[in-house]
Structure formats: structure tokens, C-alpha cells
């Protein structure tokens, strides 16, 4: 794409064309990664490093499958996952070029640390779900009459089970960049957070809920007093963010007034 200023116009074909291209760039990407991934989850124990947290509940059994292409698309479902992952630095790429040039300076400054920011804190999700409240999880929902039945637990559902909860805890641990989103697009304000913070506390124990639906009360707990944390720094950065974007009306509306002076003044 052409190098041109943020205030220059594109028609809006053109617009359409460049994310046409960006698209397809990023869709080859996702394919790329996917194919890297499938490879990698095929000649790994990716299964027995997943079902670790249901091991120790399964009495010295396997998990079972009931039909032939279980396994492989629970490989399938793995290599999705993943090479989302590994294409993500590409997508994000793709996608930083196309809305850039309408950025303004002090806008581009803040997208790396947003976008680690992102990453971050969907890792943290994932692990936080994978090593700590699966396995509690699992305990619970296990040790409910354990003695009297036998759990026949099948690959495809324990897994999907395990993928989407961890998915789940990743996109719920982004709620720092939401709100920081929303400051900055002025649809909320600190003082709108604080206000609402005990309506927050009621929203993150709902969201927990829904996250982990059949869980224990530890497991909830697990995600809810993370979330409320980050909701506690959310109003932080928020603060901070919003203190910075009145400085930078206050120093641009002083640099109009002293140039309107400086036209006004006589020769």
C-alpha cells in the first residue's frame, strides 16, 4: 500500500480493495498456521498433556472415544486453536496497516503495548483456566457420587469442555482493554466506573458464572476474584488514560487560542 497522510481521502472502492487484500493476506495466514500447527499437534502428546487435569479422577483409565474420526478432529479442533495463535502476529499486522493510516501519532504509540497487553492477558486466562480451575473443576464434577457410578468420560467431550472453558477465560481476562477501549472512545469515564463499581462486583460473579456453568463454587470463585481485580485496575488505567486526554485537549485548545492571537495580532 502506498505511504499517504492520515488526512488524506481514499475513495471508497479503493477502501474495499485494500481490505479485500488484507483479508486474504490474513485468511493465508490462518491457513499457514493452521497446516504448522496440525503438523506440530500430530507429532506431539498434544492429547496427554490436555487430559492432565482429568487424569488423576479417571481411576487409572482413559479417557474413550465412540467414533472413529474422534481423535482426529479433536487434532482438528487443536490445530484451529493453535494456528489462530501462530498466525495472530500477521493478522494483527494486516490489520494495523489497514486502519493506521487514519491514525493519529500519539493513537499509533499505544497499539504494540495494547496488543501485548491483549496477548498477556489472554494467556493468563487459558493458564489460569488450564492449570487451576479445570482440575478443581474436574474434582467437583468427579468426585459427585463417585462411588456409586462409573465414569465412562469420552475424548470429544472432556476436550470440548476444557477448549471452550479456557477460550472463555481468555476472553474474559481482556476486560482491562475493553474498558480502555470505551474510555478512550468516550463512552465511559472513571468516575462512571467507580460509581458502578458494586454493580461491577454483581456483573464479574454473572459472567463467572456463565464461564464456568456446572462448576463448583471454588472454580467460580477462581475466575471471579481475578476479574474483579482487573476490573479494579481497568479503573485505574482508565483514570490514568483520561487524565492524559485532558492534558491533550487542554495543550491543543492552547495552541489554537495562541494561534488565533498570533493571526489577530497587527502587523
Known sequence: MAR??????????????????????????????????????TNVDIIGFLQRPIRPYLGGRT???T????????????????????????????LWLFVSPAMLPHEKRMVVPVLAGMLALFLAGVALSFFVVLPLTMRFLLGLQAGALTPMITAADYFGFAVSMSLMFGVAFELPIAILALTA???????????????????????????????????????????????????????GLHRRQRKRAARKAAEERAAEQHVGAPA
Not at 478432529?73 to 489462530?84: E, N, P
Open 185 to 239: 472512545l468516550g463512552i465511559v469515564t472513571p468516575a462512571l466506573l467507580v460509581k458502578f463499581r458494586r454493580h461491577a462486583a454483581v456483573a464479574v460473579l454473572v459472567l463467572a458464572a456463565f464461564v464456568t456453568p456446572g462448576s463448583d463454587p471454588t472454580s467460580l470463585v477462581a475466575l471471579a476474584v481475578p476479574l474483579y481485580f482487573l476490573y479494579e485496575l481497568s479503573v485505574v488505567l482508565s483514570k
Open 63 to 65: 479417557l474413550v472415544y
Open 67 to 94: 467414533h472413529p474420526g474422534d481423535v482426529f478432529g479433536i487434532l482438528i479442533d487443536m490445530a484451529f486453536v493453535l494456528g489462530a495463535i501462530i498466525a495472530s502476529p500477521v493478522i494483527a499486522y494486516q
Open 4 to 41: 499517504r497522510s492520515p488526512s488524506a481521502e481514499m475513495p471508497f472502492l479503493d477502501h474495499l480493495e485494500e481490505l479485500r487484500q488484507r483479508l486474504l493476506r490474513a485468511g493465508a495466514a490462518f491457513i499457514g498456521g493452521v497446516i504448522v500447527a496440525f503438523a506440530v499437534v
